[in-house]
């Protein structure tokens, strides 16, 4: 069998194709017609031309109607099937695209689709952390015609398909040190960054009371990671910052978890993954903005020295909270960290992603992202771009209505809310630690930081597959925060 393959979406309305040498029209007649052919339907033709395999995929019966948005959706769905087609083949290796209808789509579904996490060992997985040697990807991908739109969406899967690993990697992998030092080794030699791994004692020093109440139940030690790009041309222009939730095992601590699918809380540090990849695709790409990303890393465990339901603990800012539930850990890290990036860094869009509550779950499943945000212009420009890379998300509320559930009688707020709610609750809760934040009459719009709350915990995990992903951690929402950077935003 052939080791190289071509890749040809086709509009079966007008079949034609960049493959050379190839009659797509013709082959592409051997498809029966009886309905309509749907997008991603796949054919594999052998021995066409230059002994090469030919994946013909559809772009679907109504392509040439489409326009923007839905148009590279379209291409992502056929390029994906017709990879996961290919990749099922014993000894192929290079699979050339024909990227004509969307360069940068083609690029991202073909690297997406051909993305398969396992730690098997016949034959050796090239995920497992330990080897002296990388192993390459089984498939390797090139355009028949290179183009930036190209290559740019290449950096874009790469990145995603890294958040996926780090999500994949099971915990004794994946600790706040071993996040740590694959953040360095995915960094270097990458120009404008820097990066700061900080410690407990760091973090006690600050005062970050609230992360810290986390780590008391582990012995794996605790990391609070930054990230700073310098791109812009004025390097003191005000950054944006990105904060991920970085929970490497979630158990629950003392409020323990069910037994049942826990092993998913390996993915826990969704938020963490997602930031820092995105932030790698930006840097590579060497975007002309200023980004400062932070992760605070830890374990929650029911440890001997844990923190207990009722106890109250004083935050970086000086609040006091009481922690009522100890599975509601997200919004512990994540309060100190978000008020330590706004009064540090002083940013002029702050955006947070967490997998933080269960109710998002519920309310949203894992079509939709949901987002908060008091600033209607940023919301506006985060739509604009998971549209874009159809990774959609859909506005909650954010209203002061339900701060009374998060009040606590002996303590200024209380880490849960009760279950009606929970996802507004929890939201309104790191409301309170982003300082300087627009007002939401937009009366201080000029000088605030703009803020927004993205809450991945029904997007994390795919439990079914889509054309251009298999089942498993999904890496949203990585291409939409860096779509959103490189083009929605001209804040610095």
């Known amino acids: 069998m052939s080791t190289s393959a071509y890749v040809a979406p086709v509009d079966p309305n007008s079949p034609a194709s960049l493959v050379p040498n190839v009659d797509i029209a013709k082959i592409w007649a051997t498809v029966p017609r009886g309905e309509k052919v749907e997008v991603g339907t796949t054919r594999v033709f052998y021995n066409t031309p230059e002994s090469k395999i030919t994946a013909a995929s559809s772009l679907g019966d109504n392509f040439a109607s489409k326009q923007g948005d839905a148009r590279r959706e379209l291409v992502r769905k056929s390029v994906g099937s017709a990879v996961?087609?290919?990749?099922?083949?014993?000894?192929?290796?290079?699979?050339?695209?024909?990227?004509?209808?969307?360069?940068?789509?083609?690029?991202?579904?073909?690297?997406?689709?051909?993305?398969?996490?396992?730690?098997?060992?016949?034959?050796?997985?090239?995920?497992?952390?330990?080897?002296?040697?990388?192993?390459?990807?089984?498939?390797?991908?090139?355009?028949?015609?290179?183009?930036?739109?190209?290559?740019?969406?290449?950096?874009?899967?790469?990145?995603?398909?890294?958040?996926?690993?780090?999500?994949?990697?099971?915990?004794?992998?994946?600790?706040?040190?071993?996040?740590?030092?694959?953040?360095?080794?995915?960094?270097?030699?990458?120009?404008?960054?820097?990066?700061?791994?900080?410690?407990?004692?760091?973090?006690?020093?600050?005062?970050?009371?609230?992360?810290?109440?986390?780590?008391?139940?582990?012995?794996?030690?605790?990391?609070?990671?930054?990230?700073?790009?310098?791109?812009?041309?004025?390097?003191?222009?005000?950054?944006?910052?990105?904060?991920?939730?970085?929970?490497?095992?979630?158990?629950?601590?003392?409020?323990?978890?069910?037994?049942?699918?826990?092993?998913?809380?390996?993915?826990?540090?969704?938020?963490?993954?997602?930031?820092?990849?995105?932030?790698?695709?930006?840097?590579?790409?060497?975007?002309?903005?200023?980004?400062?990303?932070?992760?605070?890393?830890?374990?929650?465990?029911?440890?001997?020295?844990?923190?207990?339901p009722g106890d109250i603990i004083y935050a970086m800012n000086g609040k006091s909270v009481e922690v009522d539930n100890t599975d509601a850990e997200g919004r512990l890290v994540l309060s100190d960290a978000i008020y330590y990036a706004s009064t540090e860094y002083k940013p002029h869009t702050l955006i947070d992603v967490a997998t933080l509550t269960g109710a998002m779950v519920i309310a949203l499943g894992e079509v939709y992202t949901g987002v908060f945000s008091t600033s209607d212009e940023l919301w506006q420009r985060l739509h604009a771009a998971g549209e874009r890379e159809f990774d959609r998300f859909w506005r909650m509320p954010l209203s002061e209505d339900y701060g009374p559930q998060i009040y606590s009688s002996n303590a200024d707020l209380c880490n849960t809310g009760g279950r009606p709610a929970g996802s507004a609750t929890a939201a309104l809760f790191l409301k309170a630690f982003a300082h300087g934040i627009e007002a939401e009459d937009g009366s201080n719009a000029a000088t605030a930081m703009k803020w927004a709350h993205v809450d991945i915990a029904g997007t994390m995990e795919a439990t079914r597959p889509t054309p251009y992903q298999e089942k498993g951690m999904t890496g949203r929402p990585v291409r939409y925060v860096v779509f959103f950077q490189s083009f929605l935003w001209s804040g610095c």
């Open 84 to 308: 996961k087609a290919l990749k099922a083949l014993e000894g192929l290796q290079e699979v050339t695209v024909d990227a004509s209808a969307d360069p940068h789509a083609a690029a991202v579904a073909a690297k997406l689709a051909s993305y398969n996490f396992t730690l098997k060992t016949n034959p050796p997985s090239r995920f497992n952390p330990n080897l002296k040697e990388p192993i390459p990807p089984k498939l390797q991908f090139k355009p028949i015609e290179g183009s930036k739109e190209w290559d740019r969406g290449v950096a874009y899967a790469y990145s995603q398909n890294l958040a996926r690993t780090l999500m994949e990697l099971p915990a004794n992998m994946m600790t706040p040190t071993a996040f740590c030092e694959r953040a360095k080794t995915e960094f270097a030699g990458v120009e404008n960054v820097e990066i700061f791994v900080r410690d407990e004692a760091w973090a006690e020093k600050k005062g970050m009371n609230t992360f810290l109440s986390v780590t008391h139940g582990t012995n794996e030690p605790a990391k609070f990671l930054e990230i700073h790009y310098k791109g812009a041309a004025q390097k003191d222009a005000k950054p944006l910052a990105l904060v991920g939730k970085g929970i490497t095992f979630d158990s629950g601590g003392i409020s323990l978890k069910p037994a049942a699918d826990m092993k998913l809380m390996r993915g826990d540090m969704g938020g963490a993954a997602t930031v820092v990849s995105a932030t790698l695709a930006i840097a590579k790409l060497k975007l002309p903005v200023n980004l400062v990303t932070i992760t605070p890393l830890t374990e929650n465990l029911p440890g001997p020295s844990a923190t207990k």
